[in-house]
């Protein structure tokens, strides 16, 4: 594994229940390729390449729920290799605790020449995931 200088090393996300973010970011962090990486009373990783997720009930946290329209974390977006791969990871979201946004406008809510999915969990949290 090389590190390169200005590459993402991790993202820490803080989680009001653990079970629930492990359910649902597992499957989709796993769906993505990436490989439980550590695992710890509080919080657990997945990781792929030199790059990995956290997410963790931490009890620092200063409020119970996040909100992605406030300042801070909007969402994260992935790259998924194929529309095929994108639109199997949509049919099987709900059943991991993931919601469908915009379904109006599904798959091309960002704009017509754009295939994406934008998907928010139980706990506000957004994933964009994107087709090339």
């Known amino acids: 594994m090389t590190e390169t200088t200005g590459a993402l090393h991790h ?4 989680v009001p229940d653990l079970d629930r973010a492990t359910r ?16 710890w009373p509080a ?3 997945w990781r792929s390449g030199a790059t990995y997720v956290v997410v963790e009930q931490s009890p620092a946290m200063s409020a119970p729920t996040h909100d992605r329209h406030r300042p801070g974390l909007n969402h994260l977006a992935f790259h998924v290799a194929t529309r ?5 990871l ?24 754009t ?8 706990d506000g949290f957004e994933a964009e ?3 090339s």
């Not at 949509?90 to 020449?113: E, I, N, S």
């Open 11 to 14: 993202v820490e996300l803080w």
């Open 84 to 88: 095929a791969e994108l639109d199997a």
């Open 90 to 113: 949509v049919d099987d979201a709900p059943a991991q605790g993931w919601t469908l946004l915009f379904p109006d406008r599904h798959p091309h809510a960002g704009g017509p020449d």
């Open 115 to 122: 295939y994406a999915a934008y998907l928010a969990n139980e």
């Open 43 to 45: 919080g657990r990783s």
């Open 24 to 39: 649902s970011w597992g499957w989709l962090l796993t769906a993505l390729g990436y490989a439980e990486f550590q695992r």
């Open 129 to 131: 995931l994107v087709a």
